[in-house]
């Protein structure tokens, strides 16, 4: 799958994708479950931010150290899933992962806040294993010595961008049966669509 052209999502998914989801320049950033498989077969899921998306697909970003990131190396096709039980709606997504662009990077770092920035800069193994004194005075101390609106990406940021080659809505309501819109693309780049229970 991962020899397929680029994603464009089809314009009725992707309505539903704007109405859904909330727009890129909102700091509110919706938490996805993404799912890998890691270089020995054995899948793997965690919790991470949808930072944007586009008619190409969905970009997350993360330090280039982590195990998810390895997995993908190994095993690019990903999936993921967001819940929105209060509204009975649920969005999951399978995909093929590539590396965005550095102007897509920055522009991502840009819009983080500046909590998540100093994480990029300072969640590392290292740093981990310093007492949890030391490890709020090197933060204090970054933070003081980098004023807001200065921090560039470190070297370790990484953006990946998960090309869609399946969407499917989930529909609830509480007077009848549920419903799925699923969206799959072939690989010549079309999509088709069905209606399926939920």
Known sequence: MSGLPPAVIPADAFAVLTEWLPANDD??????????VDPDGRPDSRGMLLSEFDESGFFVHTDSRSRKVADIAAHPEVAFSIAW???LRQLTVQGVARRASGAEESVAFG?????LQLLAWLNSPEFALHPAAERE????EFDAAHP??????????LGL??????LAFWH???????LRTEYRRAADGTWST???PG
């Open 85 to 87: 039980p209060a509204e």
């Open 137 to 140: 005075e090197a933060w204090a």
């Open 194 to 196: 069905a209606t399926l």
């Open 161 to 166: 961008v998960i090309e869609p080659t399946r």
């Open 172 to 178: 609830g309501t509480p007077l009848t049966a549920s």
């Open 27 to 36: 700091h509110a950033r919706p938490l996805i479950a993404l799912a890998t």
């Open 111 to 115: 819009r983080r806040s500046r909590y």
């Open 148 to 157: 807001d609106g200065t921090l560039t990406p470190p070297d370790t940021w």
